[in-house]
Structures are given as C-alpha cells and as structure tokens.
C-alpha cells in the first residue's frame, strides 16, 4: 500500500520569505497523481497544486511550486513571498492513477506559521 | 474553481438521534464521491467512498449501519451518523471528484456534536 511522510509537524517562515515543505512517498507504481492541500484555520481544504507523475516538468501555481523528483520520491512544496493569508495545515497527498484506484492517501500534515 | 458545498457547518444533537450531512457539487458531476472525518489537529480519515447508483466502499473500521451514505445523484451524497452517541462528535469532510481531471475538491466540512 502507499504511504505519505510528512517529516515536518510545523514550520515557520517570516512574512515575504521563502519556505520549502517536505513531503516523500511510498509506491512501486510508475504512474500517479500528487497533491498539495491547504487548511486554514476555516478548516476548508483548498488544492494548491497537483503534479502527474508521468510529466518531468514541475508544477507551479502563481507563488507556490514544487520539486518533483520521481526516482527519490519526494514531493517538496515551495512557497514564495510567504504571506500571512499562507498560514495553514498543509497537506501532501497520493493518489494512484489506476481505474478504480480512487482515494487520496494523506500525509500527517504540516502546519505553517507565518511570522510578521 | 469547482464549488462543493456542504450543510449543515455546524449541528448539535441530543444522544440517540440521527443527523443528516449533505454534500453537493455546485458546478460539475462528481460520479464519486468520499465522506472523511477529521479529529482535532489530525489528518482527514476517510471514511467511505460512494459513487452515484451504487453501494459505498466502506473502510475498515467503519461501521456501515451507523453512518448511512447514499449516492443518489452525480451532485447529491448524503452522510447520515445513526443513533448518534458522544464519541461521533467530530469534524465531517466531503469531497467530490470531478471527472474530467480527476481532482477531488472538497467541501467545507460540518462540525457535529453529541450532547
């Protein structure tokens, strides 16, 4: 079965810097779907970016990216020009790419303090 | 973006009663669609899985006659918790899947408490 590790229970960055969340996995599949989810203290999840595994070129969504690397099975999300509206429980996720493979596999989450 | 919404956000209930959860897709089908719950500074737990027509999935541990799911439409899962005790007060997720990317978007979430 798939794991997501989240090695970091919170982390904290100051107001216009950069941050780099960690997130690895566990598969022997070669094709599959990641995510990164955002919970504010709404606790509404939000989907902040998504890679698929079979494409080599990492996402990116405005001031949030990733570094994607297949063979180390690491899914880092990086966030820059950190903003106070950034402070949330992050969430890494797997989801296998198969046809009845459907749910989401999630990581223990990260929370993300930003610091004015 | 896709909207999924979810009623009520907040419900307090007397010990033995049952509570209904809806969760719908506002603007596209969702075929599938996942009930989670969610304990205070954890990650989501999923509960069950159910697509449109058809039984859902529970997962291991999830008594199926005490939370009563039903897919009846492509924008329509409801979560019912039976004969509700103290130890179901929790934070109740839904997510629906949109079918063209696949993306699962999810809805605001209930807060239940059992007196």
């Known amino acids: 079965a798939q794991t997501v590790t989240q090695s970091q229970p919170e982390m904290s960055v100051q107001e216009a810097e950069t941050v780099t969340l960690s997130c690895t996995y566990d598969t022997s599949e070669s094709d599959y779907y990641l995510f990164w989810y955002k919970q504010p203290p709404s606790r509404q999840m939000i989907l902040v970016i998504r890679q698929e595994a079979y494409k080599q070129q990492n996402a990116t969504e405005n001031r949030f990216s990733v570094n994607f690397q297949k063979a180390a099975k690491s899914f880092s999300l990086k966030i820059s020009d950190s903003q106070l509206g950034d402070a949330a429980m992050y969430f890494c996720?797997?989801?296998?790419?198969?046809?009845?493979?459907?749910?989401?596999?999630f990581g223990q989450g990260t929370r993300l303090t930003i610091n004015p | 973006g896709a909207v999924v919404s979810q009623h009520p956000s907040w419900v307090i209930c007397k010990s033995g009663t049952s509570v209904k959860i809806e969760c719908r897709s506002l603007d596209f089908q969702a075929t599938t669609m996942f009930w989670y719950r969610q304990f205070p500074k954890q990650s989501l737990m999923l509960m069950a899985t159910s697509n449109e027509g058809s039984k859902a999935t529970y997962e291991q541990g999830v008594e199926k006659d005490k939370f009563l799911i039903n897919h009846a439409s492509l924008t329509l899962s409801t979560l019912t918790v039976t004969s509700a005790h103290p130890e179901d007060s929790s934070f109740y997720i839904c997510?629906?899947?949109?079918?063209?990317?696949?993306?699962?978007?999810f809805g605001p979430g209930t807060r239940l408490l059992v007196l």
């Open positions: 996720a797997y989801r296998s790419i198969f046809q009845g493979a459907q749910k989401l596999v």
């Open positions: 997510s629906a899947r949109e079918t063209v990317q696949e993306t699962q978007y």
